[in-house]
C-alpha cells in the first residue's frame, strides 16, 4: 500500500516545534538566525536549535532548516560553516535557494539532504533535473501550480517534489518580486519583506491574496505523488501550527475531506477573508483576493488551544556520528575591473519598439514575439508549468528557422532545453544571481555570462568574478503575476504609478521609474561593468531611439523620476 506523503509543519520558535511534535507533524522546518527568508520571526538560537533537533529525533520527527535567502559573496564562507554546523548537529535537511551556496555544498555530507527551496523557482521537470544535478534530492514546487501540473511534475521527476498545501501566498511568483526592495528598501529575497502586496493600489487591494487551503483535495494530494505537504507559517504562533497540523494529521490518516466545523476552526486559527484553492484546482481569479480583517483578527482571539494529546507513536530516528567536513573551498572573488569599451544588449516588449542596432550587440524579444531580421535574440519565458514544454520548444524551433542565434535563460530547467538547439546562452537577471559562486555555476553549465540581480549595489557587482552584465537601463520587473491583474497600471498612497505589461501568458508589474545610469559610464567602468543591458517596456519606439541617444553621449537625467544602481 502505497504510504502518505510527510506532513511538513513550520516553527518559528521552540515553542512552536513542541506544538508541531504535539499536533502530529511528521517533520518540521525551522530558520535559524542567518540566511533565512522569515527574518522577522523569532527563530532560533544555535543551541536552540541543537535542542530541537534532539526533542524532535526522539519523537520520530524530521527536522529541517531552511537557508533560503540569496546569498553575498562575502557570506558565502559563513554560509558554508553554518551549513556545517547544522550537518554537525544532525539536521536532517537543509532548504536552500541560492544555487551559488548550493554548487559549495553540493556532495560535502552524508546523511543530510539538500531541498531546493520554492524560492529557487522550480516549476517543472527540467528544473527538477537541474537541481538534481546540483545535489539536491527534493524540490518544493511554485504554489501557482495546479493539481494536473504537480501530478504530471511527478511522475517526470527524478527527485521528490514538496508541495505547500496551507499558509499564506505570495501574489509574485517565489524568488521573483522585487517589490520591496524599490518600494521600501527591504529585500524579499534577503528575508525581510515588507509585504508591499497587502497594500492599497488603486482604492483597493488587487494584489492581497486569500491564504491558501487544500484541505478539500485531501485524495488528489494523496494520489499526486508529492513527497511532503507543506503548512505555510513560521511567523505565526504556536497555536497556529498545532491547531493546522492536527487537522491537517486527522484528515490525511482517516484520508477524507475536511468538515464544515473543521474548516470553521482553521478560518478563525487564521484566515485572510476566508481561504482559496484556485491555483490548485487551475483557476486564478479574482475570488482568491482577500484581507486581513478585523473579524477574522476577532475569531482568532476567541480560539483556545490547549495542546492536549500525545505525539504520534513513531520510531525514534538514530543519527550516525558526523565528521566534520574539511575547510570549504571558495570562488576566488575580491575587486576585479576592466576598461573594456562597454558591450550593449537590449530587450523590448514589442517588435515596434525595436531600434539601436547600430548601438546594441545584441536584442532581444520574448520568445513568443521574436520577428525575422528584428533581433537576433530570445527571451525564454519567466516560468514554463507542466503541459507548455513543447509549445515553448515549438517556438525556439521557429525562432531558430528564421535567424536567432541568442538566447536569455530565466531558469537553471531551460539550459539543457535551449542546448539543443545551439544558441548561444546567456542568464538573465531571473536567475537570481548575487555571488560569484552562483555566476560560476551558471558560465560552468555553459552559459557565456551571465546578468547580476538588479539588488545588488555596484561594489557587489565588482566583486563577482565572472562575465557578467548588469541592467543600466529600464523599468525593473517586480512581480510575476500568474493571477492576472486585469489592470494598466497600480498607483499607490504616494501617487507613484506602477504598469502592468504581459509576457508569456504572465502579467508583470513593473516599477514606477526606470533605472538610469547614462551619465554614470565612469562609475559603471570603474567596478568592471562592461556588459550593459537595457530594458525597453512602455516606451514608444520614439523613446527608445532617444534614451539610446542619451547614453550615446551620456546626458544626466532630465528629471528626478528614476532609480540608480546603489553605489
Known amino acids: 500500500m502505497k504510504g502518505l506523503p510527510e506532513l511538513l509543519a513550520p516553527a518559528g520558535s521552540s515553542e512552536a516545534v513542541s506544538a508541531a511534535i504535539k499536533a502530529g507533524a511528521d517533520a518540521v522546518y525551522v530558520g535559524g538566525k542567518f540566511l533565512n527568508a522569515r527574518m522577522n520571526a523569532k527563530n532560533l538560537s544555535d543551541s536552540e536549535l541543537s535542542e530541537c533537533i534532539k526533542r524532535c529525533h526522539a519523537n520520530g520527527v524530521r527536522f529541517h532548516v531552511t537557508l533560503n535567502t540569496a546569498v553575498f559573496d562575502k557570506e558565502l564562507e559563513q554560509a558554508v560553516n553554518y551549513a556545517d554546523m547544522l550537518y554537525m548537529i544532525s539536521a536532517d535537511a537543509l532548504i536552500v535557494s541560492d544555487t551559488g551556496l548550493a554548487s559549495l555544498i553540493k556532495d560535502r555530507y552524508q546523511g543530510m539532504e539538500l531541498h531546493a527551496s520554492t524560492q529557487a523557482g522550480g516549476h517543472n521537470a527540467e528544473c527538477a533535473k537541474a537541481f538534481a544535478a546540483l545535489g539536491f534530492s527534493r524540490m518544493v514546487c511554485a504554489r501557482e501550480l495546479s493539481y494536473v501540473q504537480i501530478k504530471e511534475l511527478c511522475a517526470a521527476s527524478p527527485i521528490g517534489i514538496e508541495q505547500f498545501i496551507h499558509g499564506a501566498m505570495c501574489v509574485s511568483q517565489s524568488s521573483q518580486c522585487m517589490a520591496s526592495l524599490v518600494m521600501g528598501g527591504r529585500s524579499g529575497n534577503r528575508g525581510v519583506c515588507a509585504q508591499p502586496c497587502r497594500k492599497m493600489y488603486n482604492g483597493c487591494y488587487p494584489l492581497s491574496l486569500k491564504d491558501m487551503c487544500l484541505a478539500n483535495h485531501i485524495s488528489e494530494l494523496t494520489d499526486s505523488g508529492v513527497v511532503s505537504l507543506k503548512i505555510e507559517g513560521r511567523m505565526k504562533s504556536p497555536a497556529y501550527v498545532y491547531q493546522t497540523v492536527k487537522i491537517y494529521r486527522t484528515l490525511l490518516d482517516e484520508g477524507r475531506n475536511i468538515s464544515q466545523k473543521e474548516l470553521e476552526k482553521l478560518r478563525d486559527v487564521f484566515s485572510r477573508s476566508g481561504f482559496t484553492d484556485r491555483y490548485f484546482t487551475g483557476n486564478p481569479d479574482n475570488t482568491m483576493l482577500g484581507v486581513r480583517t478585523a473579524e477574522d483578527k476577532i475569531n482568532s482571539s476567541r480560539i483556545k488551544t490547549d495542546f492536549a494529546g500525545t505525539p504520534r507513536a513513531a520510531a525514534q530516528i538514530t543519527v550516525t556520528p558526523r565528521k566534520k567536513p574539511d575547510s570549504p ?130 561594489p557587489q557587482m565588482r566583486d563577482i568574478s565572472a562575465p557578467k552584465s548588469a541592467i543600466v537601463y529600464g523599468r525593473i520587473p517586480i ?50 561593468i562592461i556588459g550593459q543591458h537595457f530594458i525597453f517596456t512602455t516606451e514608444t519606439g520614439q523613446e527608445c531611439a532617444g534614451i539610446i541617444e542619451n547614453y550615446r553621449i551620456g546626458k544626466p537625467p532630465q528629471s528626478d523620476k528614476f532609480r540608480r544602481i546603489p553605489k
Do not use: W
Not at 347 to 358: A, L, M
Not at 481 to 486: A, E, Q
Not at 492 to 502: L, M
Open 479 to 528: 512581480m510575476l503575476l500568474t493571477k492576472r491583474l486585469g489592470l494598466p497600471s497600480l498607483r499607490d498612497s504616494t501617487g507613484a504609478v506602477f504598469p502592468v505589461t504581459s509576457e508569456a501568458g504572465f502579467d508583470i508589474l513593473l516599477n514606477s521609474v526606470p533605472i538610469y545610469m547614462a551619465d554614470r559610464q565612469k562609475a559603471l567602468s570603474d567596478h568592471g
Open 329 to 458: 573551498v571558495l570562488p576566488d572573488y575580491g575587486k576585479k575591473t576592466s576598461k573594456r569599451k562597454a558591450l550593449l544588449t537590449a530587450r523590448f516588449s514589442d517588435p515596434r519598439q525595436v531600434t539601436g542596432s547600430d548601438f546594441f550587440r545584441h536584442i532581444y524579444l520574448p520568445l513568443e514575439k521574436f520577428e525575422k531580421d528584428v533581433c537576433d535574440g530570445v527571451i525564454m519565458p519567466p516560468a514554463v508549468f507542466p503541459g507548455n514544454e513543447k509549445n515553448v520548444d515549438f517556438l525556439l524551433s521557429e525562432a531558430v528557422k528564421n535567424g536567432a542565434k541568442e538566447v536569455l535563460v530565466t531558469s537553471p530547467g531551460q539550459i539543457e532545453t535551449v542546448k539543443k538547439f545551439g544558441m548561444n546562452i546567456h542568464g538573465d537577471f531571473r536567475l537570481n544571481i548575487f555571488n560569484t559562486a552562483s555566476a560560476l555555476y551558471y558560465i560552468s553549465e555553459g552559459l557565456r555570462d551571465v546578468m547580476l540581480s538588479p539588488e545588488l549595489s555596484l
